[in-house]
């Protein structure tokens, strides 16, 4: 009978050990999370002219910012046939400047607008750049295009 006793000693030991780690596993995962940030959302109006051709395009953009990228989507107000799906991933950091990388998503331009061709072609091949500022504690994102809109791209 005392070999019962030391076997269901060495398993009660066994169970305790095996939960005392699990809980010092918890308690060090959970101290050590980082906090997630709000998906936010906003949306702006873009529009590029032609000073030679006297031409413009308007298009809706909706950004999403979410997990250190920012998800863009691009649409025309008078094309329903029209859209741009793109993320932008969050590369590095220099000196204030946040840069990233564009990863087309989806692209349909049945028309064949030029401008935002250009615009996409640039993005697709460039890292793009955005500094962050706070004006009247209003965050305010210039973009290396000159394009400045209020947007928190930090938590």
Request: charged share 20%.
């Amino acid at each position: 009978m005392k070999w019962l006793n030391a076997k269901n000693l060495n398993i009660r030991l066994a169970v305790f050990i095996i939960l005392l780690l699990s809980g010092l596993q918890s308690v060090y995962t959970l101290s050590h999370a980082k906090l997630r940030p709000t998906a936010s959302k906003g949306l702006i109006e873009i529009g590029f002219y032609d000073l030679l051709a006297d031409q413009q395009e308007n298009y809706n953009v909706q950004l999403m910012d979410m997990n250190g990228a920012m998800l863009i989507t691009i649409t025309r107000p008078d094309d329903a046939m029209f859209l741009i799906k793109g993320r932008l991933d969050d590369r590095n950091e220099i000196k204030g400047r946040t840069f990233f990388s564009y990863n087309p998503v989806r692209y349909s331009n049945p028309r064949d607008y030029k401008m935002i061709f250009s615009f996409v072609d640039f993005l697709r091949h460039n890292d793009v750049w955005v500094y962050p500022l706070a004006v009247n504690k209003q965050p305010l994102v210039i973009c290396q295009s000159g394009l400045m809109f209020i947007h928190s791209l930090k938590s």
